[in-house]
């Protein structure tokens, strides 16, 4: 697929909402817009960790997103990469966007010197993991969630 990937500007913010939306949707998590908002802030808040990348269609649409930011590992004593969200639209499902996402955080990881890069996904997410046992190693790492 032909496509540029991107920081997100803000000509973006329509097409970066509707992916956000779309990615909410498929973990069935509520979205509104003051969340959305903050997020978008994030993004472009020089100070927040947090940080983002856009997939776009040779027409400019967006066809991907991704989020992530630097995640203290205390054992190394210094930072890696967790990228916290990513999401191709279906349309592009299959045509590698995913994976050229995942390379363009990669290659940030390389920039900033962060040693590995960390992600979660749902179990049941099948699609997904086709792709992230190909690029990746999968860890025997066991996730836990309290909410307080």
């Known amino acids: ?18 992916l956000f939306q779309l990615y909410a949707e498929f973990y069935r998590m509520p979205m509104d817009e003051a969340t959305a908002g903050l997020v978008w802030s994030w993004l472009h808040d020089p ?3 947090v940080k983002g990348l ?12 991704t989020h992530y930011r630097p995640m203290p590992s205390p054992l190394r004593g210094r930072d890696i990469c967790f990228l916290d969200d990513l999401f191709v639209v279906p349309e592009a499902r ?5 994976e050229a996402l995942i390379e363009a955080v990669v290659e940030e990881a390389r920039r900033q010197g962060w040693p590995a890069v960390r992600w979660i996904t ?11 046992d190909r690029v990746a190693k999968k860890t025997h790492w066991v996730t836990y969630e309290i909410r307080p």
């Open 54 to 65: 856009v997939a776009k269609g040779a027409d400019g649409q967006l066809l991907g997103l």
């Open 94 to 98: 299959g045509s590698r966007l995913g």
């Open 47 to 49: 100070a927040h960790p």
């Open 122 to 132: 749902a179990e049941d997410n099948a699609r997904a993991r086709r792709l992230y």
């Open 1 to 18: 697929m032909n496509a540029t990937i991107s920081k997100p500007v803000e000509t973006d913010r329509a097409g970066w909402r509707r």
